[in-house]
């Protein structure tokens, strides 16, 4: 993803991950950047503080050596950073963000030339098919309905050329089906919703239908559930 052509001779850059949650996902890639670049400024944009402590205790614990290491608790937007950025990344956070043509062309205009932007999102397979389905009925609002589809629209209007690649993923919603503790809290997070207190008669619906698009296999169930990955390089 990140080619040794890119990374080759570098000496420092200059990291954004924009929604970086507990950042596992980000002390993967800074252990990674590590191995080939030795100076890494690494900023993290999160507005929610519990998962920036998170973060920060994972960082510290990690024994990984940035020369500089910012969590930012604030929502991204236009005029939050100066730019100059190597690498920006926004990993499963668009859902958030209530204007995302903003977001990515504002994200592509803080890159250096010769940069990066990755973007790591959810297709319309998995997940989303019963967002698609459930997401206004439960919460009375489908703001974070939004997949890869909508990504590839934005940039066609935005003129940004991108590859993109899918991650075979799947995600086991046994405890889903059974109605475990477990499997509520996951159905909550596919909801992006508190469904206590659910009429039973949808609960069954959305259990039937979560059972009816997934796989089974020696008595447990899986939803296949691939992630979308695309990569943009702003021209020299």
Request: include cysteine.
């Amino acid at each position: 993803m990140l080619s040794k052509k890119y990374l080759a001779g570098r000496k420092s850059a200059k990291i954004l991950s924009i929604g970086s949650g507990t950042g596992d996902f980000d002390l993967t890639l800074m252990r990674m950047l590590l191995g080939k670049i030795p100076t890494l400024s690494y900023i993290a944009l999160d507005p929610n503080e519990i998962h920036n402590k998170m973060f920060f205790k994972n960082y510290k614990e990690s024994g990984l050596n940035l020369s500089s290491f910012q969590i930012i608790a604030r929502p991204f937007s236009e005029d939050l950073l100066g730019g100059g950025f190597d690498l920006i990344h926004l990993t499963h956070c668009l859902y958030y963000i209530p204007d995302r043509k903003m977001a990515i062309s504002k994200a592509y205009d803080l890159l250096n030339p010769g940069g990066i932007l990755l973007i790591f999102h959810q297709t319309p397979l998995g997940i989303n098919e019963i967002q698609r389905l459930y997401l206004k009925k439960v919460k009375g609002d489908d703001k974070e309905l939004f997949s890869s589809y909508d990504i590839q629209l934005i940039m066609k209007e935005l003129g940004l050329r991108s590859n993109f690649n899918i991650l075979i993923s799947d995600i086991d919603v046994t405890d889903c089906i059974a109605g475990t503790d477990t499997g509520w809290r996951l159905l909550n997070f596919f909801l992006e919703s508190n469904l206590e207190g659910l009429d039973q008669t949808q609960y069954n619906e959305i259990i039937r239908t979560l059972k009816e698009i997934c796989w089974c296999q020696d008595g447990r169930y899986f939803l296949f559930h691939p992630s979308g990955i695309f990569w943009i390089r702003k021209p020299l």
